[in-house]
């Protein structure tokens, strides 16, 4: 279990994040580094990348395994780092690190001092690796790992830029046609009344009535895409818009794919290092869902009871019948974290498969609906002509 205890040590105080089994257990070890602990508290995790953005952490983590892999030592190395490179946020976050090694912490302590640039996950492998004394091969899992979780990102942020642009574009020419095309043939047709197909009438009508309220209506465009914005900027509203997109049968089961998949392979990566389950996974409850993340807690309850890893995961229903597979046969050739990754990777591939699937389907039709939106609107547009020069002839 995670502990966030406060301490002080000179005129120095500090939190602290600590691996304990109770807050007593927490106290002995920051006792034993040298401080004296006032208060020590269960810390409550999350996996996301940090507040602070300005800080490039899969960079520095390249750069810095790359440093140690030549030769330096550790703090040689962030030196090194923080010498080169003159962005103000980077240097203070270099200079702190500094500092806190300086003063003969650890690497990991000296990270949890800055929690809102330094992800729990990141904290977690470089203590698992101070265990082991390996800290370039921890370096080297996480910079994978977010490659392998940027390729999935990557796949569908380029498989949405099509249809993005294409419905941009639609969406511009049809705004094209009933802002400024329909209002002038309205002013050509306005007196012929009943003579007009209703369906026409009724776009003339949108054309007249845009023409006389385009201002209030533009106005109030702004005002509905202002709103919106704000809306997706609130937390409390992204989670109302996931929680309906869950219950839509095909993109809630997707979803619950991708989530799966990136719990897999962060916990394979942190069992790897040589974290222990129990610690593992309250490290990545973050990742899932709200819905997911009571089934996690209560597989790691399941596996505090002496049942094994597949067990807990298939009655807790964070597994499918090729993972479940596959856990079995992780647990029975004692590479459970290798498994794991290797599930993440078949999740990985079949999610990349339902995206080109989805995209190669969804764009013509996309381009289908959009087209014949745009030839209705003309052809309402130009029947009363045609039914003029049927009636001439």
Same mark, same amino acid.
């Given at each position: 279990?995670?502990?966030?205890?406060?301490?002080?040590?000179?005129? /120095?105080?500090?939190?602290?994040?600590?691996?304990?089994? +109770?807050?007593?257990?927490?106290?002995?070890?920051?006792?034993?580094?040298?401080?004296?602990?006032?208060?020590?508290?269960?810390?409550? +995790?999350?996996?996301?990348?940090?507040?602070?953005?300005?800080?490039?952490?899969?960079?520095?983590?390249?750069?810095?395994?790359?440093?140690?892999?030549?030769?330096?030592?550790?703090?040689?190395?962030?030196?090194?780092?923080?010498?080169?490179?003159? *962005?103000?946020?980077?240097?203070?976050?270099?200079?702190?690190?500094?500092?806190?090694?300086?003063?003969?912490?650890?690497?990991?302590?000296?990270? /949890?001092?800055?929690?809102?640039?330094?992800?729990?996950?990141?904290?977690?492998?470089? *203590?698992?690796?101070?265990?082991?004394?390996?800290?370039?091969?921890?370096?080297?899992?996480?910079?994978?790992?977010?490659?392998?979780?940027?390729?999935?990102?990557?796949?569908?942020?380029?498989?949405?830029?099509?249809?993005?642009?294409?419905?941009?574009?639609?969406?511009?020419?049809?705004?094209?046609?009933?802002?400024?095309?329909?209002?002038?043939?309205?002013?050509?047709?306005?007196?012929?009344?009943?003579?007009?197909?209703?369906?026409?009438?009724?776009?003339?009508?949108?054309?007249?009535?845009?023409?006389?309220?385009?201002?209030?209506?533009?106005?109030?465009?702004?005002?509905?895409?202002?709103?919106?914005?704000?809306?997706?900027?609130? =937390?409390?509203?992204?989670?109302?818009?996931?929680?309906?997109?869950?219950?839509?049968?095909?993109?809630?089961? *997707?979803?619950?794919?991708?989530?799966?998949?990136?719990?897999?392979?962060?916990?394979?990566?942190?069992?790897?290092?040589?974290?222990?389950?129990?610690?593992?996974?309250?490290?990545?409850? &973050?990742?899932?869902?709200?819905?997911?993340?009571?089934?996690?807690?209560? =597989?790691?309850?399941?596996?505090?009871?002496?049942?094994?890893?597949?067990?807990?995961?298939?009655?807790? &229903?964070?597994?499918?019948?090729?993972?479940?597979?596959?856990?079995?046969? &992780?647990?029975?050739?004692?590479?459970?974290?290798?498994?794991?990754?290797?599930?993440? =990777?078949?999740?990985?591939?079949?999610?990349?498969?339902?995206?080109?699937?989805?995209?190669?389907?969804?764009?013509?039709?996309?381009?289908?609906?959009?087209?014949?939106?745009?030839?209705?609107?003309?052809?309402?547009?130009?029947?009363?002509?045609?039914?003029?020069?049927?009636?001439?002839?």
């Amino acid at each position: 279990m995670e502990y966030q205890v406060k301490a002080v040590r000179g005129r /120095e105080i500090v939190l602290l994040s600590i691996s304990a089994m +109770h807050a007593e257990d927490a106290l002995a070890q920051v006792k034993a580094r040298g401080y004296s602990p006032i208060v020590a508290k269960i810390k409550k +995790h999350t996996l996301s990348n940090g507040s602070d953005k300005k800080f490039p952490l899969a960079l520095f983590s390249q750069e810095l395994l790359a440093l140690l892999e030549a030769g330096l030592n550790l703090v040689e190395a962030i030196e090194t780092l923080a010498e080169k490179d003159q *962005r103000r946020e980077v240097k203070q976050t270099l200079d702190a690190l500094l500092q806190a090694l300086y003063q003969g912490q650890t690497f990991s302590s000296a990270l /949890e001092l800055q929690p809102n640039v330094f992800p729990v996950l990141y904290i977690a492998t470089v *203590r698992a690796s101070e265990k082991t004394g390996d800290l370039p091969e921890a370096l080297s899992r996480y910079v994978s790992y977010e490659q392998q979780i940027g390729l999935v990102r990557k796949k569908i942020v380029s498989a949405s830029i099509y249809p993005i642009l294409l419905m941009g574009v639609g969406g511009l020419v049809i705004l094209f046609l009933l802002g400024f095309v329909v209002p002038k043939f309205s002013r050509i047709y306005e007196g012929t009344g009943g003579n007009l197909p209703f369906l026409s009438q009724v776009l003339l009508a949108w054309g007249l009535f845009l023409e006389s309220h385009g201002k209030e209506l533009l106005i109030a465009s702004c005002i509905t895409i202002g709103v919106m914005v704000y809306g997706l900027s609130q =937390a409390s509203v992204r989670k109302w818009i996931t929680r309906i997109i869950w219950r839509i049968p095909a993109l809630g089961a *997707r979803l619950r794919i991708f989530q799966l998949a990136r719990f897999y392979r962060t916990l394979g990566m942190l069992l790897k290092g040589g974290t222990s389950i129990i610690v593992a996974l309250e490290s990545v409850a &973050g990742l899932l869902d709200m819905a997911l993340q009571k089934k996690m807690k209560q =597989a790691s309850a399941a596996i505090q009871e002496g049942q094994t890893i597949s067990s807990a995961m298939e009655q807790a &229903g964070l597994t499918t019948p090729i993972a479940l597979r596959m856990l079995r046969v &992780g647990e029975r050739g004692g590479k459970i974290g290798d498994m794991m990754e290797r599930i993440a =990777a078949f999740y990985d591939d079949e999610l990349a498969r339902w995206i080109d699937w989805f995209t190669k389907l969804f764009e013509p039709i996309l381009m289908l609906l959009i087209g014949l939106v745009i030839g209705v609107v003309v052809l309402l547009l130009y029947m009363p002509i045609f039914e003029l020069a049927g009636n001439i002839q």
